[in-house]
């Protein structure tokens, strides 16, 4: 087992300001308030990835253009057209690991806990995905936030 843990983060509506960027006819990149914080708190004890669904050029813009593109190194940005069918695969990398997700996607985590049962699954409930989302039947998240501030201290204590 690997001493770091590793946390995959989604880029939309988990680290990235969605709603902003098409308030601004996909002009502004924005990342939310708490996040550099979070990411600087997390980058020397914590394996950081990204797991995210976009077309890959456009997903990257987003975190250089903002910034926070430093903190992942290339080997842990995975960003597919579907996450769903690379979960398997991706969960695969991380299996020595203590291993963290993070995604506004219900259905993502889920699958992810069906794959990996020792997985820790952190629900953002922040975006359209997250307001509309439906409960799944036998399923809660390990956790729920709004605001990925409490994610150091999530990580320290589990």
Not at 4 to 33: G, N, Q, R
Not at 116 to 132: D, E, H, L, S, Y
């Amino acid at each position: 087992m690997n001493k770091k843990p590793a946390i995959l983060f989604d880029i939309d509506y988990t680290l990235f300001d969605t709603d902003f960027f098409k308030e601004s006819k996909l002009l502004k990149h924005k990342i939310y308030d708490e996040v550099i914080g979070v990411l600087e708190s997390l980058a020397e004890t914590t394996t950081l990835g990204i797991f995210s669904k976009g077309e890959t050029e456009f997903q990257k813009t987003k975190l250089n253009k903002t910034g926070i593109g430093k903190f992942f190194k290339e080997n842990n940005v995975h960003i597919f057209d579907d996450k769903g069918a690379n979960l398997r695969d991706i969960l695969e990398k991380y299996k020595s690991f203590k291993l963290f997700i993070v995604d506004d996607k219900l259905e993502i985590l889920h699958s992810a806990k069906k794959h990996m049962p020792q997985i820790f699954t952190i629900w953002v409930k922040r975006g359209p995905f997250a307001q509309n989302q439906e409960k799944i039947p036998d399923f809660n998240p390990d956790t729920e936030i709004k605001n990925l501030s409490v994610i150091p201290s999530l990580i320290l204590n589990t």
